[in-house]
């Protein structure tokens, strides 16, 4: 078995900051890439950011410059630090991992449950 929990989520105001985090556990060997992605009401599931296993990201266009994603391989753990915050990125966020389990010769995709974030004056 395989969760991701995340734990971040909440409302802030515009220009304010929130950081999200998502530890994996259960019978893991190892994990590739780490992302995060969102969904707003009405709106398609996106990309915000990836990072593989050694350290190389990626953001989406809307997110660039003003969030950061890090991981700790030690903790099995992805980090989403969300600055200048902006409405249009309330949404809520989902956590994804590429896990290899010890039973398994290959890597699976796993999602969190989502956290909501609300950015509103």
């Known amino acids: 078995q395989v969760q991701l929990v995340e734990s971040g989520g909440g409302l802030v105001e515009p220009g304010g900051s929130l950081r999200l985090s998502c530890a994996a556990s259960?019978?893991?060997?190892?994990?590739?890439?780490m992302g995060w992605y969102r969904q707003a009401p009405g709106k398609q599931r996106e990309l915000v950011a990836v990072?593989?296993?050694?350290?190389?990201?990626n953001y989406g266009n809307s997110v660039k410059g003003r969030f950061t994603i890090s991981r700790d391989n030690a903790r099995n753990t992805v980090y989403l630090q969300m600055n200048s915050l902006k409405p249009e990125d309330t949404a809520v966020y989902y956590c994804?991992?590429?896990?290899?389990?010890?039973?398994?010769?290959?890597?699976?995709?796993?999602w969190g449950q989502g956290t909501q974030v609300t950015v509103s004056s």
């Open positions: 994804n991992a590429g896990v290899r389990r010890y039973a398994s010769d290959y890597y699976n995709d796993y």
């Open positions: 259960g019978s893991i060997f190892s994990i590739n890439s």
């Open positions: 990072i593989t296993s050694g350290g190389s990201t």
